[in-house]
């Protein structure tokens, strides 16, 4: 019998191995031209380390290992700029594939802490767990770190687990704090994190005398990794801070601060110290030539652009942040793949009788006291479902592996085939999302207008200007692609209207676009104006480009 359930375990683990490499390896290349505003900070960051601007690569926004993560690949394999985006997402599969080597640390940690009889469904319920977070909620067509994080997180409770099962040798600890180091460096929300996971760890070891100074070991690591960056930061701001991203975040969304061209609207938020600068009122321009670098500077350092801006406690604020993140975990909760999840999960419940004593869940704190933080977290103030995804792993393992079904053949028999219901749906699921991937025509969009800007006689170096329709210059990810800096914009189609229909107002822009240095405006749906009649269409994208100064090679 042991050895029957020890092949199925293997096998069974292969098996969801080899899916989780397959539809991971089609969601990246069906999603290989994707990219979105943070991928691109993230790539310019990169690019200022490789270069040695250190004072450009340390932003109070963006964490570094992901960044160094992306750009270094780039560097070393000479990637051209039209194959950087297929390149980053082949980077983000290698990160998925350490995500699934630590998920599987972390469940193996767990079936082995747990009685035999239900081993097997907690390995195939973990992996499905594992997909839906990582393939539908985090994604690998999205370019930030949250797959990153996810790993850190999953090898962090796994180490914890270990460290619960009795495995108290210094190594063990060493590695916790690395880990918690590294996590801190992939994403600072980690920093607050990483204190309720030493926190725990206390109470794992059950000793206080054995625990203290091997926790305190692994705190003195996780320091010494966390300083790395910390302090740098700290002396470029001239105040102590491990990143500034929560409270940029507090402000967007609890002080109702705009995320970009904040000129100190709102009474109690302060008054920026350096606002992107308003250079024409109607239609409203805005020029961020200098002093920060980076494709999109509004986007490259946000820290920068709301110094000033004073965080203050609002009720209102959080209440409805977390009518927001309520509304969005119900929407998520009615999908089919994370309904397949709770309703599987409610039914093993019921079948074993332990919704009569629902303290036996809070039991085992370990993952559970994470989880909750880390949903707590973001719940007060913003919820993504890729940030809180691996605690909702957390969560599930946690809830999961509480589950005492009555020691019989037949109740042993109820809980595998629930289970296998469950999983079975979600690996349909699954599949049905990734054929749809495979079907759905994929184009290198943003390539194309690069390329029609390149022959064009835009080169690398040069600046340029947008002029706002359904993108602005977050997502004007071909500027990424030719290597040019976005300079000035005019940010909305309804704002630019007042640019488009006044011949007068038109050279009055045109002559501040020149003035900032930009070689070239970019703009969407051209109006039929006579003032108009030079702009040139990019391709069949729908793009429109007008020189404001002499351009070699200008197709006709």
């Known amino acids: 019998m042991n050895k029957y359930f020890h092949f199925n375990e293997r096998t069974l683990k292969w ?19 994707a990219m979105n505003p943070d991928g691109i900070s993230y790539l310019d960051v990169g690019d200022a380390f490789l270069r040695g601007d250190w004072r450009s690569g340390i932003n109070a926004h963006w964490s570094p290992l992901y960044a160094l993560l992306l750009s270094t690949p780039l560097f070393l394999f000479s990637i051209s700029p039209y194959g950087e985006f297929a390149f980053v997402h082949l980077v983000n599969f290698f990160i998925y594939l350490a995500a699934l080597a630590a998920f599987d640390f972390l469940l193996r940690a767990l079936i082995d802490s747990r009685e035999e009889n239900f081993r097997t469904p907690l390995l195939i319920f973990g992996y499905a767990l594992f997909l839906v977070s990582s393939l539908r909620f985090i994604t690998l067509s999205l370019v930030t770190p949250d797959m990153l994080v996810a790993a850190f997180i999953f090898l962090i409770a796994g180490l914890l687990v270990r460290i619960r099962g009795g495995a108290h040798n210094w190594s063990i600890f060493f590695l916790l704090g690395t880990a918690l180091g590294f996590g801190y460096l992939a994403k600072a929300p980690l920093f607050l994190i990483a204190f309720v996971f030493l926190g725990v760890g206390i109470f794992a070891v059950g000793d206080i005398r054995k625990v203290i100074p091997r926790i305190s070991f692994a705190f003195a690591v996780f320091m010494l990794i966390t300083s790395l960056f910390i302090v740098p930061l700290s002396l470029l701001k001239n105040r102590f801070t491990f990143g500034d991203s929560g409270k940029i975040n507090y402000a967007w969304q609890i002080n109702n601060i705009p995320y970009i061209y904040w000129q100190g609207e709102g009474s109690d938020n302060g008054v920026p110290l350096h606002p992107m600068r308003k250079v024409f009122d109607h239609p409203p321009v805005y020029e961020f030539a200098t002093p920060i670098g980076g494709t999109y500077p509004p986007w490259y350092d946000p820290s920068y652009w709301s110094e000033g801006g004073i965080i203050h406690f609002n009720m209102r604020g959080h209440l409805e942040a977390l009518l927001r993140s309520g509304r969005l975990l119900y929407e998520e909760l009615s999908t089919a793949q994370f309904g397949s999840i709770a309703v599987g999960l409610l039914a093993l419940i019921l079948v074993s009788g332990q919704w009569r004593r629902p303290k036996t869940f809070f039991d085992d704190w370990l993952l559970l006291v994470p989880a909750l933080a880390g949903l707590g977290m973001y719940a007060l103030v913003l919820v993504r479902m890729r940030y809180v995804a691996p605690f909702f792993v957390l969560m599930g393992l946690s809830i999961f592996s509480r589950i005492r079904l009555p020691a019989s053949r037949d109740a042993e028999h109820v809980g595998m085939s629930i289970t296998c219901a469950m999983v079975f749906m979600i690996m349909i699921l699954l599949a049905v999302s990734a054929l749809a991937q495979i079907m759905r025509e994929t184009t290198d969009e943003q390539g194309k207008i690069a390329r029609t800007l390149q022959e064009a006689g835009i080169q690398s170096g040069d600046r340029v200007a947008v002029i706002g329709g359904s993108f602005n210059g977050w997502s004007a990810f071909w500027a990424r692609l030719l290597k040019v800096k976005i300079v000035a914009e005019i940010p909305s189609t309804n704002e630019a209207r007042l640019f488009w229909e006044n011949e007068n107002t ?26 108009t009649k030079d702009w040139q269409r990019v391709g069949q994208a729908g793009y429109y480009f007008f020189s404001t100064s002499t351009v070699t090679n200008m197709p006709r």
């Open 15 to 33: 098996l969801f191995i080899a899916a989780a490499v397959v539809l991971g390896a089609i969601q990246a290349w069906t999603g290989r031209y």
């Open 506 to 531: 038109y050279a009055r822009v045109q002559d501040i676009f020149s003035k900032t240095g930009a070689r070239v405006m970019v703009a969407e749906l051209l109006p039929d104006k006579a003032h």
